[in-house]
């Protein structure tokens, strides 16, 4: 190859990588404004149906003393300590799950009596949960 040719494609070269970083760096001084913003997140309820579980006043699996006035839930894969919010028929609350096991076929989890006096549940219910914020 003649040294002249080189000299050539080496200055080719160079400008199109010149002109590649140029390209990139004027990409990244956009204002933004034609840039779609994250979507905002979305509180998504669930349906569910539950029924009222005993309080015990033995410790639960989440090392809980479940007591008439306890405000919880019993499910069969939520972590201890996650708060929902329940509504029943207008009513809603929040509760934390504080046991964690199965429960009866058809349904998605238990509340407490103290819950379920504020939901105005009495047996088996369905309700709408989602988790808190």
Known sequence: MKAALARRQ???????????LGAIALSRLD??????PP????????????????????????????TPGTLGIVHPVLPCGARLIVEHQ??????D???????????AFDVSPALAEQLGI???AS???????
């Open 10 to 20: 080496a200055a080719l070269a160079g400008v199109a990588l010149v002109g590649a």
């Open 90 to 95: 207008g009513r809603r609350a929040e509760a």
């Open 39 to 66: 979507p905002a997140a979305v509180v998504e309820w669930q349906d569910a149906r539950v029924a009222v579980f005993a309080a015990t006043g033995e410790p639960t699996a989440c090392g809980v003393t479940l």
């Open 97 to 107: 799950v504080v046991d964690r096991g199965p429960v009866e076929t058809g349904r």
């Open 127 to 133: 309700v709408r949960w989602r988790f808190a914020d």
């Open 31 to 36: 204002d933004g404004s034609d840039a779609v």
């Open 122 to 124: 009495a047996g088996e």
